[in-house]
């Protein structure tokens, strides 16, 4: 990883970028020198000093090895040469000397993650695609393990993993585009936009339903979901519905308990979202994401599956480990989104972290507000495995703190997939795991660790 520093011997030289494995990810930050300036992420034995084109650039790269710091630098003339090294501490001073200590925290976070993740880095065994985003670029991302082991494919930035329920802000999000276009209301009666559910005695609000808070429970709660008289429909891959079989019975669903009550989390409520957006748009969920929120991001390869039998290129399959220590494919059947279904990617997926950070998501501010903000009750009435106590539930995002610090996070398990997605607004840091099995909680959640890993290293 390289910083990239660009501009005359003037007061307007800035960062073009950062560039990641020969790629450049946009970054801005104004700069008082004019020159290149180089910032190795591994650094055991690096020293690169690099000219650009520009007539008055200079290069100049830190190394560091074993806690040993050192620089060196090359310019198009001895006098630049020179100037560069008084304006280096000037430089220095307007990043607040946070280029040095990136520099020097970095190779260790990178060793620290790899040692979480160790066990899966091999080609035998599926893993995980992990990345820490920084001021909007990656400092670490990297595949463990294999998205598919029958060819060997190892896991990359670019492979496409299910994300469960880290789907659920993308539901939201597209719910809230049409709240803000004036398209539906948030408060309205869900009869209004689909008015074959059944009588719940109660009004059921789109906005409850966003927050969990509508009482309509999930799908083991109520006998609603029957294969036959008798026999529970087995979720995941053993029973099979369409989307519109599986609405036929949603629809019937009685109410667990009075909206309003307390938090309830409801895969439900997102299922049934799914077809307000449809009844409203005229367009499915995958169509109107790809064209309102996916496509406005240039998130090329992130979707809402809603045929898995579609082909996907770069899918990793998902696993579940059997009893003669090795493992079996565990994909769903079910084409159903809403509750969960969208395939992403690395690569992707720091677009829409961007987004977030910056406002320019699609909707905007008013959007971006709604995601963000946590019904009062869900602070009384949730109880999180991630965050501390008082956290509430906001379109599709727990928000709160963890160990202290103001954290956005949802997690996310389906058949052979987890999935986590954290950010810290206030340190501009985020962390992500996809994953395609499902063992993880088997030593300690290593979605955890590697919270606990960022928070340590990186928001002291």
Not at 226 to 233: L, N, S, V
Not at 276 to 292: D, H, I, P, Q
Request: hydrophobic share 40%; net charge negative; with cysteine.
């Amino acid at each position: 990883m390289y910083f990239c520093l660009h501009g005359g011997i003037n007061r307007k030289a800035r960062v073009e970028g950062v560039f990641l494995k020969g790629a450049l990810a946009p970054f801005s930050l104004a700069t008082p020198a004019g020159f290149a300036y180089f910032l190795p992420h591994h650094l055991s034995h690096l020293a690169h000093t690099i000219t650009s084109q520009h007539s008055h650039c200079v290069g100049v790269s830190l190394i560091t090895e074993k806690h040993q710091r050192g620089m060196s630098y090359v310019a198009n003339n001895r006098a630049l040469g020179m100037k560069m090294l008084k304006q280096l501490l000037g430089l220095l001073i307007a990043l607040n000397f946070s280029a040095l200590i990136w520099s020097a925290e970095m190779p260790s976070l990178s060793a620290d993650i790899d040692a979480i993740f160790a066990d899966y880095d091999a080609a035998d065994v599926p893993g995980c695609a992990i990345g820490v985003i920084q001021n909007g670029a990656y400092i670490h991302a990297k595949g463990y393990g294999s998205a598919n082991l029958e060819h060997g494919v190892p896991i990359g930035s670019n492979s496409v993993f299910r994300i469960g329920s880290v789907s659920k802000q993308f539901t939201a999000t597209a719910v809230a585009i049409l709240a803000n276009r004036g398209d539906l209301s948030l408060d309205a009666d869900i009869h209004q936009y689909l008015p074959d559910l059944r009588d719940y005695n109660a009004k059921v609000t789109v906005r409850q339903m966003i927050h969990h808070l509508s009482g309509m429970g999930d799908y083991e709660m109520t006998g609603a979901y029957e294969i036959a008289p008798g026999r529970a429909f087995r979720f995941g891959n053993e029973d099979y519905w369409t989307i519109e079989e599986f609405y036929q019975r949603a629809r019937n669903q009685p109410l667990t308990l009075a909206p309003m009550q307390r938090f309830e989390y409801s895969n439900i409520a997102y299922f049934l979202l799914s077809q307000v957006v449809e009844r409203v748009s005229g367009l499915t969920l995958r169509e109107f994401a790809n064209k309102e929120l996916f496509g406005p991001l240039n998130m090329t390869a992130t979707f809402f599956n809603d045929n898995v039998d579609g082909v996907v290129p770069h899918r990793a399959d998902g696993y579940t480990p059997t009893n003669t220590d090795s493992f079996q494919i565990l994909m769903t059947n079910l084409d159903w989104v809403g509750d969960g279904g969208v395939y992403t990617t690395l690569n992707d997926f720091i677009k829409w972290d961007q987004a977030l950070s910056s406002g320019n998501i699609p909707g905007g501010k008013a959007v971006r507000d709604l995601l963000l903000e946590p019904h009062p009750l869900t602070r009384k009435t949730m109880t999180s495995h991630l965050l501390d106590g008082g956290a509430g539930y906001g379109f599709g995002i727990e928000v709160g703190e963890f160990r202290g610090i103001l954290a956005h996070v949802h997690t996310g398990s389906w058949v052979g997939f987890r999935a986590l997605y954290a950010r810290f607004p206030a340190n501009d840091i985020s962390a992500i795991a996809f994953c395609n099995r499902d063992d993880l909680l088997e030593d300690g959640d290593k979605r955890m660790e590697l919270l606990d890993l960022v928070a340590s290293e990186l928001l002291q």
